[in-house]
Structure formats: C-alpha cells, structure tokens
C-alpha cells in the first residue's frame, strides 16, 4: 500500500476516505486517555454522511484524523485506498465558531482559506464576489463580522470552507450556536449548496433531527472511547423538508432510536457526573 507523502499534492479525484480499525489517545502511560476505538467507516464521494454521539466522546477527534491534523494510535487513514501521511489535501475543515476576522470584510473573510493556500487575493476576491449572491450576501460585500446577523455570519465562514474548492467538506457542529429558526434556514441552504454540487460533506451535530434532515446515512457514536453503535442509511427522498420528515413513521423511528442510544443510561450518569 503506497503511503500519501507529507508534501502530496492532489493528483487524481477524491473517492474514498476510510477509517481502517482506528483508535487514537491523548497522551502517555498513566495520562493516556482514550478517545475513539476501533473505528471503521467508510465514505465515498458525493456522500453526506453526519455523525452524532454523546458530548465529549470523540466526535472531533475524529475530523482531527480525518484531516492528517493529527495521526492514528493504531489502525491507518485511508484516502482513496492509500495512507495518509500529513495534512490531507481533500479536505476543508469548518468549526461551529464562524472564527472570522473582524477587521476584515465579508469578501476577505471568505477568501482567506484561498490565501492560506497561495492563490493571489485579488483573483480570489473576484470568485468570492461572483458568489456572494448564492450564499445570501449579495451587498455585504464590505461589511465587517460584527454588523452582521449570526445566519450571516455562519454563512460567511460556510463560503471560505467552499471557496477552498476541497471536494471533501468536514463541518463540525456549524451550526450548534444558531438559535432554531435560523439554524433551519442554514440547513435548508446547505441542502440547496450540496444538491447543486453534491461534494462529499461529513458532518458533526449534536440534533438528531439535523442529522436526519441532512444525511444519506447517520453514524451514532457510544461514549467515549467512541466506537460505532449503529451506521442508519437515510432513504428519505430529496429535497427534503423537515414537517415532512417529522410524519413519516420511519422518520420516527429511526429518531427513537437514536435518541434511545445517545440517551443510555451510562451517557446519562457521564454527562452528569
């Protein structure tokens, strides 16, 4: 198996990302605490995929390997059938903190992923301002962070993590901080973006309505040391709308049980202890 080099740059499509019986631990000897088991999984191109499990149980350890950030304890990651050495050069990586800069402008802001990789502003700018009008900030283009809404915002960092042009998009928690009318608008818009582009989303949610909502399958994550409980293919019909979702009896049972997994008596007594 021929290893991706630390310096690799992307040479072919993106097809596969693959957790290969994975494990990873923070620290050493009598401080190891570890944080996923043993995890295999496998996402394809043009998939989204969304993950949910208990708080702290290694949801973004998980994103961490996924983008070379950090390496595996055991077992390997796989991208396109061969390990990863290094950063992965599919992958953007996008925070539930929007994390923009206040002293710079709606366009700045979105292009600073691109600039990080060594494209020219000024050529980026353009693309972001060819853009604008699809992600709702047409005529924001030179507003700063804190005269914008938190939809705004969200929207604004949503638009750098595209504007990076990766194929493998890993957001965590992206909306967490949203209240719920605006987080179904940002849902309902990252459906419209992924349906128009279908590049191959992983992501990280606390609500299992979310996870429902926006996936073609959710992988239900146990307490830490996070291992897979139960991977659910979603075969909900697309475009989907969430009062739709929320009649359909296989829609209900499938939230029953995941609600009934991530709320077992051991998650209960951790995340109270």
């Not at 909900?236 to 009062?243: A, D, G, N, T, Y």
């Amino acid at each position: 198996m021929t290893p991706w080099s630390r310096t690799n740059t992307v040479s072919e499509p993106f097809k596969s990302l693959t957790f290969a019986d994975l494990s990873f631990s923070y620290g050493d000897g009598d401080d190891k605490v570890p944080a996923i088991h043993d995890i295999s999984l496998t996402v394809e191109a043009g998939e989204f995929v969304t993950i949910v499990g208990p708080s702290g149980c290694g949801k973004s350890t998980l994103f961490n390997l996924a983008s070379g950030l950090v390496g595996a304890t055991q077992g390997a990651l796989l991208v396109n059938g061969r390990e990863l050495e290094g950063v992965n050069p599919y992958t953007a990586y996008m925070f539930q903190r929007d994390a923009l800069l206040d002293w710079r402008s709606v366009v700045s802001n979105a292009t600073l992923g691109r600039e990080f990789l060594g494209d020219k502003k000024r050529k980026v700018a353009a693309e972001v301002e060819a853009s604008l009008a699809e992600f709702g900030l047409e005529g924001f283009q030179d507003r700063r962070p804190y005269e914008l809404s938190g939809g705004m915002r969200q929207r604004v960092a949503l638009m750098r993590t595209y504007t990076t042009e990766r194929p493998l998009l890993l957001l965590d928690e992206p909306f967490g901080a949203l209240d719920a009318l605006t987080r179904l608008r940002m849902q309902e818009f990252l459906l419209r973006r992924w349906d128009a582009d279908h590049r191959t989303v992983i992501f990280i949610t606390h609500d299992v309505d979310e996870a429902l909502l926006l996936g073609d399958r959710v992988i239900v994550l146990s307490d830490r040391p996070a291992t897979i409980s139960e991977e659910i293919p979603l075969t909900f019909p697309r475009p989907r709308l969430i009062e739709d979702l929320m009649v359909d009896p296989t829609y209900i049972d499938i939230r029953s049980r995941v609600m009934l997994m991530l709320h077992s008596p051991a998650s209960r007594i951790e995340e109270t202890a």
